[in-house]
């Protein structure tokens, strides 16, 4: 098989989730001197890509995506320290967190697994987190963007207060908002420079604002 079949048996692999095997053939091709950044980029993107378009058209759900998300964080740990030695390059780095008063996970790790698996460095910083954890994390990590996430209605109006606290800071880095009941306008209103409706969103969002 040559690298060029192996990236696209690789993308195939996250798609339908099977963690051990795409492991093993994104092992096969460090191991063939493929470069880092193309079994990145034409094998899990290319996975991860599919898989997003298809939970947004509503042809995978939540359960075959966090499969998925599974097959592609394997095969991550692979080259995670090729990634870390500079061999690939991150298009930019994202905190990603639920509000304050909101414990909901699932939505904003299914952002977070699409973010890195289009090549983003993401720090999750977990659920509940208020305007002085989003601080704290900011100056700690220094991001290029921050994705803000909430499933419910009496907890969207926590998003604001975080981007009104850094507007006062005069710290300019960009918000993505996005969950349940968020929409664009809500988005607009609060100040957030953009809006996933889903996690593929999320992501072509990151890639426009970033750009």
């Excluded at 195939?12 to 091709?29: M, R, S």
């Excluded at 947004?56 to 692979?78: E, F, I």
């Amino acid at each position: 098989m040559t690298s060029r079949e192996k990236l696209s048996e690789l993308a195939q692999l996250v798609i339908t989730g099977k963690h051990l095997d795409a492991q093993k053939i994104t092992q096969e091709l460090i191991d063939d001197k493929c470069d880092p950044q193309t079994i990145l980029n034409d094998g899990l993107m290319k996975g991860m890509e599919v898989v997003g378009q298809r939970f947004r058209d509503n042809q995978m759900y939540v359960p075959q995506v966090l499969v998925a998300a599974r097959a592609m964080k394997t095969s991550m740990k692979v080259i995670e320290p090729l990634m870390l030695s500079g061999e690939i390059k991150s298009k930019g780095k994202v905190i990603i967190g639920t509000v304050k008063g909101d414990v909901h996970d699932i939505g904003k790790n299914i952002v977070a697994t699409m973010m890195q698996g289009a090549g983003y460095e993401v720090i999750d910083i977990g659920t509940g987190c208020d305007v002085n954890k989003f601080y704290q994390e900011y100056e700690t990590h220094k991001p290029d963007l921050i994705g803000m996430s909430a499933l419910l209605t009496t907890t969207m109006v926590n998003m604001k207060p975080v981007i009104d606290h850094f507007k006062n800071k005069n710290v300019n880095v960009p918000f993505i908002v996005g969950g349940a009941p968020i929409n664009k306008k809500f988005a607009d209103e609060i100040g957030a420079a953009g809006y996933g409706r889903d996690a593929y969103d999320a992501v072509k969002t990151a890639d426009q604002l970033l750009a």
